[in-house]
């Protein structure tokens, strides 16, 4: 009678949500304080002061039928000029408003994006580790998910796997950096050896192999080497997807962009197909007041060195410990080799010591766990004990 898909990802939803509904569950048994839940990208910092004054100011000041009506299905039009001129000034690159569409966040962005490319059958290259709802978005256009595993240890992309991966189906590349689950930022070389690859295979081809450049964590970065290269520069037939969620602590408010590269073949059919895709999905008219707050407050960051100063902590002490990580130097995840190969059965028994962690298996590539340390430091020193307790089991 159902959709079958759609009934089967209702009764099972991602494993991070499961085990942040049972660190609910948990807290409510024993007390909160007492569970050490690392399983959900929640930011633990507050939205920058910007935020809440700039919606006060608009709700005094505005007019409520225009404040909280419709706007343009792809977003208001001075919002969308705000965005498209911060991201030139800051980015080098030569956006024009009609480049832009606002999005209820990255989830709608990287949609909206598929589902503007997919037809029936088309492959969506990712590299692994990747955000486990990548699949979800591109099998429901109709795509399939092809994964590529990124080079061991530093996770950067494997050209030549990548190479191998691209056939005649190939529609597009999901770029995530920096990256959900394992911190890792792909560095400028990386990214220019990726773009020359796909200008090459888009020739043979005699299409384009576009690029879907999903950028939520884009300012979470902590080292002043870190460099996150803006890809739509170094490649024309790029979408980006953005939310902020994560820079400026919103991500109950759902709000979101789509830039659209002014270089891309076919510019004006590619930014149609967007808008039409919006549509299609019910997704025209991201949420008005936040459009317009978050166009006021455009480069207001929260503050990322709480998540640094966790970063420096979590990792030293599990290193110290003997546990094997990849280093992140961004976003604010920390991506654990587990001690046996079998992720989920690791994660079952550090329940004994009230850790939740995420097995890794759904983000394709089994013997780790994505522990995210958005939270707030003290319960990181609060959790040092038992993540000691529980590596002593394997000694």
Same mark, same amino acid.
């Not at 030139?88 to 980015?91: A, G």
């Not at 996770?155 to 190479?163: K, R, S, W």
């Given at each position: 009678m159902y959709n079958a898909k759609m009934e089967e990802l209702g009764k099972k939803r991602s494993v991070i949500r499961e085990i942040f509904e049972y660190s609910k569950k948990r807290e409510a048994e024993i007390g909160p304080g007492k569970v050490f839940d690392f399983s !959900?990208?929640?930011p633990s910092v507050p939205a920058p002061d910007c935020v809440n004054e700039t919606a006060v100011r608009l709700i005094k000041e505005c007019d409520s039928v225009e404040l909280h009506g419709y706007t343009s299905a792809q977003g208001d039009a001075g919002v969308r000029k705000a965005v498209a001129d911060y991201v030139?000034?800051?980015?080098g690159a030569s956006l024009t408003p009609d480049c832009i569409?606002?999005?209820c966040g990255a989830a709608a962005s990287l949609s909206v994006c598929i589902k503007a490319l997919a037809e029936e059958g088309d492959e969506f290259i990712v590299f692994t580790p990747f955000f486990p709802e990548y699949r979800v978005f591109t099998e429901a256009a109709g795509g399939t998910l092809v994964t590529v595993d990124s080079l061991p240890d530093t996770?950067?992309?494997? !050209?030549?796997?990548?190479?191998r991966a691209i056939g005649p189906r190939t529609k597009a590349l999901i770029l995530n950096s920096p990256n959900n689950p394992s911190g890792a930022v792909i560095n400028e070389e990386s990214v220019k050896r990726v773009c020359g690859l796909l200008r090459r295979r888009s020739a043979e081809l005699g299409r384009p192999v576009f690029i879907i450049s999903d950028e939520p964590y884009r300012e979470l970065v902590y080292d002043k080497e870190t460099v996150v290269p803006y890809i739509p520069n170094e490649y024309d037939d790029t979408f980006v997807c953005y939310s902020f969620s994560k820079s400026m602590s919103l991500p109950g408010e759902r709000i979101g962009y789509v830039a659209v590269s002014p270089k891309m073949k076919d510019f004006a059919d590619a930014y149609a197909a967007v808008c039409g895709a919006g549509r299609a999905l019910g997704y025209v008219c991201a949420p008005s007041l936040f459009q317009r707050v978050t166009a006021k407050c455009l480069g207001a960051v929260s503050d990322t060195s709480v998540y640094r100063r966790n970063r420096d902590?979590?990792?030293?002490?599990l290193t110290r410990m003997g546990y094997s990580c990849v280093y992140p130097d961004g976003a604010f995840y920390l991506f654990m080799k587990t001690p046996e190969p079998d992720a989920a059965a690791f994660c079952e028994r550090a329940k004994k010591y009230e850790l939740l962690l995420v097995p890794s298996d759904d983000f394709g590539r089994p013997g780790y766990v994505r522990i995210a340390y958005c939270v707030e430091t003290e319960k990181i020193r609060a959790a040092l004990p038992a993540f000691e307790a529980l590596i002593k089991e394997y000694k």
């Open positions: !959900i990208g929640n030139n000034r800051t980015c569409y606002m999005t996770f950067q992309p494997d !050209i030549e796997a990548l190479d902590l979590l990792y030293g002490e």
